[in-house]
């Protein structure tokens, strides 16, 4: 398998997760999963990886990760696109981007010791992959998955910025979503109604 798509989510967002398979998710050509914490239920959908004894509170994602990471490497994925259920993909941008080229690709983050890419949206090359699972120490819980990402790959893979994964604002104004009139890759912060308007405006 080339590429996949590991989606952080948790039980209480179905919503999120159902904007996302309503519309970008029609469109990637790559599988995906939604990562949940616990026991899956008796009948649970095959699109939802469940990650036995992890947590699903949002201070605890980073063991979440760590099993999508190690599942993609059983499943010989060689490039895993990590992104948050309130994030919206235009996933051919992101197919012509060429993230495949890059160990770790994201928005660069510098607010800690160590740099880290922006956990809304990112991907990981094979190579980095296997670096996280030697250094999976770090992926624990109480520290933000993206920061335990970085700490992991920080001297073992290049970090690659890349600018057109539009972050950090809440809700974020029909501007900075993928547009057709602008190059923006993915937007993170997206409610379901502005979800969807965006897959309108992209669509119609």
């Not at 398998?1 to 159902?18: G, L, P, T, V």
């Not at 499943?75 to 235009?90: A, K």
Request: proline fraction near 6%; include cysteine.
């Amino acid at each position: 398998m080339n590429c996949a798509i590991a989606i952080k989510s948790c039980h209480k967002y179905a919503e999120r997760r159902q904007a996302q398979l309503d519309t970008w998710l029609k469109s990637a050509e790559a599988d995906f999963f939604f990562l949940l914490g616990g026991e899956p239920p008796p009948s649970s959908a095959t699109d939802v990886l469940f990650i036995r004894g992890a947590s699903d509170a949002f201070a605890n994602i980073a063991p979440k990760v760590l099993g999508a990471v190690e599942y993609a490497l059983e499943q010989n994925v060689r490039n895993l696109v990590v992104c948050d259920d309130d994030t919206y993909i235009h996933w051919p941008r992101m197919a012509k981007s060429g993230f495949q080229k890059f160990d770790y690709l994201g928005f660069v983050r510098n607010y800690s010791d160590t740099p880290y890419m922006q956990g809304s949206c990112y991907s990981l090359s094979e190579l980095a992959m296997e670096a996280v699972m030697r250094r999976k120490y770090h992926m624990k819980n109480g520290v933000p998955d993206d920061v335990a990402m970085g700490q992991c790959l920080y001297g073992e893979v290049p970090f690659t910025h890349e600018h057109r994964f539009s972050i950090g604002v809440p809700y974020p104004e029909a501007h900075l979503w993928p547009r057709p009139e602008n190059d923006i890759i993915a937007s993170h912060k997206m409610n379901v109604a502005s979800m969807a308007q965006c897959h309108s405006l992209l669509t119609q």
